[in-house]
């Protein structure tokens, strides 16, 4: 079973910068597609970005793209996002989700999903 865990949300200005990470605290990952998405109060739930299994591919929203990065450490069970440039509207509860593929993953099919973790961008 997979068991994802989000962390490294938090308050920060805008012009700043986190880096969240998830962690699967079961079996490796490493044959996994993983991804990042975003939920704002009364909005849908949205793709950030996503990453290929061996970490050869990513897929950016044009919303982030040139301020945010995804990166994977299959060795540690571990995908990141670090998010610089933040800006009041990043403000959202951010999910870390996997899904069994070796194909690369822009849309919401995805099977596991982290409890979120929230990330406020002050102005």
């Known amino acids: 079973q997979v068991q994802l865990v989000e962390s490294g949300g938090g308050l920060v200005q ?3 910068s986190l880096r969240l990470s998830c962690a699967d605290s079961g079996r490796t990952f490493s044959n996994y597609a993983m991804a990042w998405f975003r939920q704002a109060p009364g909005k ?9 299994w061996s970490g050869g591919r990513t897929y950016y929203a044009d ?4 301020r945010f990065t995804i990166s994977r450490d299959n060795a540690k069970n571990t995908v990141y996002l670090q998010m610089n440039s933040l800006k009041p509207e990043d ?3 951010y ?5 069994r593929t070796y194909s ?6 995805y099977d596991y999903w982290g409890q979120g973790t929230q990330v406020t961008v002050s102005s």
């Open 14 to 16: 805008a012009g700043g």
């Open 63 to 66: 919303s982030v793209k040139g």
């Open 95 to 99: 999910y870390c989700a996997a899904r």
């Open 44 to 52: 849908e739930r949205d793709i950030v970005a996503a990453i290929l």
């Open 104 to 109: 690369l993953v822009t849309s919401k099919n």
């Open 91 to 93: 403000t959202a509860v």
